[in-house]
């Protein structure tokens, strides 16, 4: 069983900068892949970060490129993601995720579509952004 859990959510002007933190703990850690995704009400969840926890490769996808980090600090159990740059469309409710080892190949590929929410097994219960104008 893996139990994450979110914080570092609240409100920011426009072109603001917000950190999120997720922290992990399993037992026995078997995630290739961890993931922030985001959703806003009346919207399917959607992916905006991958990290591959063997590497440490990330990818985004192209509505948050240049803005948006992910970051993981194994020795703190911390999955990151830093927000630069806020817009008001990023408002919405953030979850870190983790494959459960499922994806073994690593992280899916942006490049051939978005990024499937199932892949993942375990999640985060959300943590709140808000980017007013």
């Known amino acids: 069983q893996v139990h994450l859990v979110e914080s570092g959510g609240g409100s920011v002007q426009a072109g603001g900068t917000l950190r999120l933190s997720c922290v992990y703990s399993?037992?026995?850690?078997?995630?290739?892949?961890m993931a922030w995704f985001r959703q806003s009400p009346g919207k399917e969840r959607e992916a905006v970060a991958l990290i591959d926890t063997d590497g440490g490769s990330t990818q985004y996808p192209d509505s948050v490129k240049g803005r948006f980090t992910i970051s993981q600090d194994n020795a703190k159990s911390t999955l990151y993601l830093r927000i630069d740059g806020s817009k008001p469309e990023d408002t919405a409710t953030y979850y870190c995720a983790a494959d459960g080892g499922g994806l073994w190949a690593g992280c899916p590929r942006f490049s051939k579509g978005p990024v499937r929410a199932d892949l993942f097994r375990y999640w985060g219960q959300g943590t709140q952004v808000t980017v007013s104008s």
């Open positions: 399993e037992s026995r850690w078997s995630s290739y892949c």
